[in-house]
């Protein structure tokens, strides 16, 4: 079956930074695109950034200059590189893999990991 699991999230300071990781099995990975959503208590999923599979990114305008997202398609991997981060940073993380293969359209997600940005 598909999973997406999440690592990296920790407690970091105020322009500290962070790797997180998504490992993904179960799917194609090299068929879809990548993407980092977030949630922050009381706020809706936002998107974070995006990874196509030939490798074409897009991010939320919160993050642009601040965030790298890159992926390992031999690793079946994507990672999100956070750097001069924010206390409005702080949120659970998610990890979406989006595209068609195998004659259908997927969309799948991870349970989270958890970015707590704070002195």
């Known amino acids: 079956q598909v999973q997406l699991v999440e690592s990296g999230g920790n407690l970091v300071q105020p322009g500290g930074s962070l790797r997180l990781s998504c490992s993904a099995s179960g799917i194609i990975f090299s068929s879809v695109t990548m993407n980092w959503y977030r949630q922050a208590p009381g706020k809706q999923r936002e998107v974070v950034a995006s990874?196509?599979?030939?490798?074409?990114?897009n991010y939320g305008d919160s993050v642009k200059g601040r965030f790298t997202i890159s992926r390992d398609n031999a690793k079946n991997t994507v990672y999100l590189q956070m750097s001069s981060l924010k206390p409005e940073d702080t949120a659970v993380y998610y990890c979406n893999a989006r595209g068609w293969y195998g004659g259908s359209w997927h969309d799948d997600w991870g349970q989270g990991t958890q970015v707590t940005v704070s002195s």
């Open positions: 990874i196509t599979r030939g490798g074409l990114t």
